[in-house]
């Protein structure tokens, strides 16, 4: 019996996203029973959406996050070794960036299932492709410290790095604004600061523009998810 396939499948970043599937992938995702989401909510609303018609009761779904025990993982890809093709989705964006379906990934690896990677909308390469700023040399950084002294030393360690490699992090949405007011007080005044917010949404907004320049107008981005970048140009 020949093995099924491993489809990483792009979530919207937003059920109100602008953002438009290939019709090829809605033929896909209507014909996959076997789903790996890393919640139960986003994953069947993404479904919902964009297969109206599939009956969400014939969804053999598994929960891939955080709090899933490590030995239950290693079932999640069964179905492929069966012959059945399985969809791995995340909460947004693409399966496996800044996001916990990598280490399904690795296992399908091992077990020599073959990788299908599908295009869709990642809020971390499209932040980076608006800023304006290095699309060579970046790194992300996920979420900087919440303790406010190792914050300050790391937005400072960022800055300095940020040189010659664009550095990228996220915080919690709700924390946001917090973020940001300690990015203007903690960078220098020519640092360039980008934030991508909403991307995709009819309330995008993506600004990038110097700290001096962030200080001079008031912004509110809380509850809104977000990717913020800087690069500096002076050591």
Not at 19 to 31: G, M, N, V
Not at 129 to 155: H, V
Not at 201 to 230: A, Q, V
Request: proline share 6%; aromatic share 8%; hydrophobic share 35%.
């Amino acid at each position: 019996m020949s093995k099924g396939n491993l489809y990483l499948i792009p979530n919207l970043l937003g059920l109100s996203s602008k953002y438009k599937l290939p019709k090829s992938q809605k033929i896909l995702i209507e014909k996959i029973q076997y789903y790996i989401f890393e919640n139960q909510k986003p994953g069947r609303a993404f479904i919902k959406k964009i297969c109206p018609d599939k009956k969400q009761s014939e969804l053999i779904v598994n929960i891939l996050n955080k709090r899933t025990p490590s030995d239950s993982i290693k079932t999640f890809l069964n179905p492929c070794l069966n012959g059945h093709d399985v969809g791995l989705i995340s909460d947004a964006g693409c399966p496996g960036i800044a996001d916990p379906g990598a280490v399904i990934v690795c296992q399908a690896h091992k077990l020599n299932i073959k990788i299908i990677p599908l295009v869709g909308p990642s809020s971390i390469f499209l932040a980076l492709m608006a800023s304006g700023m290095n699309g060579q040399e970046f790194k992300f950084n996920g979420y900087l410290p919440i303790d406010k002294t190792k914050r300050k030393e790391k937005i400072k360690l960022l800055e300095k790095k940020s040189l010659l490699t664009t550095q990228l992090f996220m915080e919690t949405p709700y924390r946001n604004d917090n973020l940001l007011n300690d990015l203007i007080k903690f960078l220098k005044p020519s640092t360039k600061l980008c934030i991508a917010c909403d991307i995709t949404l009819e309330s995008e907004l993506i600004k990038s523009d110097t700290i001096s320049n962030w200080k001079k107008e008031k912004y509110s981005f809380n509850k809104r998810p977000s990717i913020f970048l800087i690069q500096s140009n002076q050591p």
